[in-house]
């Protein structure tokens, strides 16, 4: 009987924890998906690009470039990091990403965040992107 009693109650909590929105799985990711023009002074002696978005849950969040033209084997500057009060509080850098790679592979919290783009070195002449962050 004892055991029985165990098995209704961990059965109870299991429904009721069905429900629960805590965490989102990656297959229930959603993507922000930003374009814009690097050039060879972005970020170096000027501002670079901010995009921002939201984060409703707490996952695994990616970001990377799905586009870079004229010349997709241009190695791009991100930064990822937290807005806090209009501002972009950079907290993981990668001054060379491409085409197709994924940076940033975390773990996100609900909450604002930001990505920067901006030329760490990489760039020669301007290059449209779009990039891709994927979050929960």
């Known amino acids: 009987m004892k055991g029985f009693r165990s098995l209704t109650a961990i059965s109870a909590l299991t429904i009721l924890c069905a429900g ?3 965490i989102s799985s ?3 990711n959603q993507n922000s998906v930003f374009t814009g023009t690097v050039g ?3 970020g170096s ?4 690009i901010t995009h921002t978005f939201s984060v409703s849950k707490t996952g695994e ?10 010349n997709n084997a241009s190695l791009i ?4 990091g937290n807005l806090v009060n209009g501002s972009c509080a950079v907290y993981s850098l990668s001054n060379l990403t491409g085409l197709n790679r994924d940076v940033f592979v975390s773990q996100a919290l609900k909450g604002s965040y930001c990505i920067q783009v901006f030329n760490g070195g990489g760039v020669a002449s301007a290059q449209s992107y779009s990039l891709t962050v994927n979050h929960p």
């Open 45 to 48: 002696t000027t501002q670079p």
């Open 61 to 70: 969040m990616s970001a990377h470039f799905t586009s870079i033209t004229p």
């Open 26 to 28: 990656p297959s229930n």
């Open 40 to 42: 060879p002074e972005t």
């Open 77 to 80: 500057g991100l930064a990822l």
């Open 20 to 22: 629960c929105s805590g």
